[in-house]
């Protein structure tokens, strides 16, 4: 964990705690259906976090996930975290997809109200 500040015209930064991912038991999203930036990391302790944005939180947890994959192969729990969002197959994962979702929701919306204008004999 990171404090961060800034004195006068500088970024300041100080190490404030570690934690090692081999003792990490569970991620808490505490809501999955709304757009909440806390969350809780399950050590031996119990650590409540807030991330920068609710986007951020998914791509933290997205990234211990990725890192669990590759070095650890732990099984830990990721819990009250909407899976569509952490899961990397899925378009909507990315905020780098952005794009891609808002035309997916204007192709859909268009397609309505085509559907909508259409005389029906």
Do not use: Q
């Not at 003792?23 to 999203?29: F, P, Q, R, S, T």
Request: proline share 1%; aromatic share 16%.
């Amino acid at each position: 964990m990171v404090k961060h500040w800034r004195a006068e015209r500088e970024e300041k930064y100080e190490i404030v705690e570690k934690w090692f991912l081999k003792d990490l038991e569970m991620i808490d999203g505490k809501e999955a259906d709304t757009d909440n930036p806390y969350f809780d990391m399950h050590f031996h302790k119990v650590y409540n976090i807030e991330a920068y944005s609710c986007a951020s939180k998914y791509t933290f947890a997205r990234t211990l996930t990725k890192l669990n994959e590759m070095y650890l192969k732990k099984d830990f729990k990721i819990v009250n975290f909407d899976d569509t969002y952490l899961n990397d197959d899925s378009i909507w994962s990315s905020s780098n997809r952005d794009f891609v979702v808002v035309m997916k929701v204007c192709f859909y919306a268009f397609s309505l109200l085509c559907l909508s204008l259409c005389r029906l004999s």
